[in-house]
């Protein structure tokens, strides 16, 4: 069972985000919290989004990076064109990966029609 987290815990947690540096950079954060009507000047708060946001967008490439597995199809595979000694495949990240990702975490995207 999960166990209510201590205050002096929590202080430490806070101390460690103050020299943590996410790699969505604090100013993206802030401005995005503004947009949405979060207005603080708390860096701790900003930083603890900034780590949040980056989970997720982790979680989402791992698991569009597992879809892409498991349809058998290396994605962007550069083919006979490449050096024939490099045998290090590459991924590009594509919407047929994306799409049942982001539908894992609860959100629906739709490719938008094609016009010629």
């Known amino acids: ?3 209510p987290i201590t205050g002096d815990e929590l202080l430490n947690f806070f101390k460690t985000l103050d020299d943590y540096s996410p ?3 604090d100013s993206l ?3 995005y919290l503004s947009q949405a009507g979060l207005h603080t000047s708390d860096p701790r708060i900003i930083r603890l989004v900034s780590l949040a946001a980056q989970k997720f967008i982790t979680e989402v490439a791992a698991d569009a990076l597992t879809h892409s597995q498991m349809r058998g199809n290396p994605a962007g595979s550069s083919g006979s064109s490449g050096n024939k000694k490099s045998k290090e495949k590459k991924n590009c990240l594509r919407m ?3 799409q049942p990702a982001l539908s894992d975490m609860g959100i629906q995207v739709k490719k938008p029609a094609y016009y010629m």
Do not use: R
């Open 29 to 31: 954060t802030a401005h």
């Open 96 to 98: 047929e990966d994306l």
């Open 23 to 25: 790699t969505l950079p």
């Open 1 to 3: 069972m999960n166990q």
